[in-house]
């Protein structure tokens, strides 16, 4: 059975999703964890991941958790490139800050054609990165992650260059770029705040000078720091 025959628009989304859950931990995604993502009732994401099954585009354990097969990776690795392509497309070339572009992005990657996407990423000069600093796979599905760790994660002294800030919310996207942490940004781990509290970080900012601020649990489980 072609994944077409269940429902492209669906299906692309859907193993999408699975694919980006697992790209920056190790944990497989539930079909809850996978509802909770897509916004969609729990019964509907049962039913899906069961024709996504029967197309060959997933393992799911009953009650566990649900992966990707090797054709489904495929598909998975083509519609992320045409995601991050679109994304990067849009900031570039058409002024729009990394808070907006995600769903644009989510509209425009199952409507354009191979053709237009490949005159977008030669335009662009083969990116490898997106705004937010997740890896572009390349036409042939090969791809590049920088060696990174979740700021939330690192010990104190930790220091390295930000690879990557997670999109998923675009209110905290903008909060991080009125504090200075973009992408390559550098950040050092002071330590934390007594009895649970924030994460004390020190910026390096782009004129040489340091400032110390601040960071909630939200916030630093969005950054990755590269580790090499």
């Known amino acids: ?7 492209g628009v669906a299906v692309e989304d859907y193993v999408k999703a699975i694919y980006s859950h697992t790209e920056w931990q190790p944990d497989a995604i539930t079909p809850s964890e996978l509802a909770s993502r897509l ?3 729990a019964s509907s994401v049962t039913e ?5 099954g029967r197309s ?10 649900v992966t990707l097969t090797a054709a489904g990776t495929v598909l998975a690795l083509r519609m992320v490139r045409r995601h991050r392509l679109i994304e990067t497309w849009l900031v570039e070339h058409f002024g729009y800050d990394w808070d907006e572009v995600h769903d644009e992005a989510e509209v425009l990657e199952h ?16 990116p490898i990165r997106d705004p937010h600093g997740d890896p572009i796979p390349a036409a042939d599905g090969s791809i590049v992650r920088p060696a990174a760790l ?3 994660d690192a010990s104190d002294g930790s220091a390295g260059a930000v690879v990557r800030i997670s999109d998923r919310d675009p209110a905290l996207l903008r909060y991080l770029t009125a504090e200075g942490i973009t992408l390559d940004a550098h950040i050092t781990v002071v330590g934390r705040r007594p009895f649970g509290g924030s994460l004390a970080v020190r910026l390096d900012g782009a004129d040489g000078a340091a400032r110390e601020l601040d960071l909630g649990a939200e916030a630093a489980a969005s950054i990755w720091i590269s580790t090499d």
């Open 1 to 7: 059975m072609s994944p077409q025959t269940v429902d």
């Open 39 to 41: 916004g969609l009732a």
């Open 48 to 52: 899906m991941v069961k024709k996504l």
């Open 56 to 65: 060959g585009l997933v393992v799911h354990v009953p009650y566990g958790a």
């Open 111 to 126: 409507a354009l054609s191979d053709r237009l996407l490949g005159a977008i990423a030669d335009r662009l000069g083969q």
């Open 150 to 152: 979740r700021l939330l």
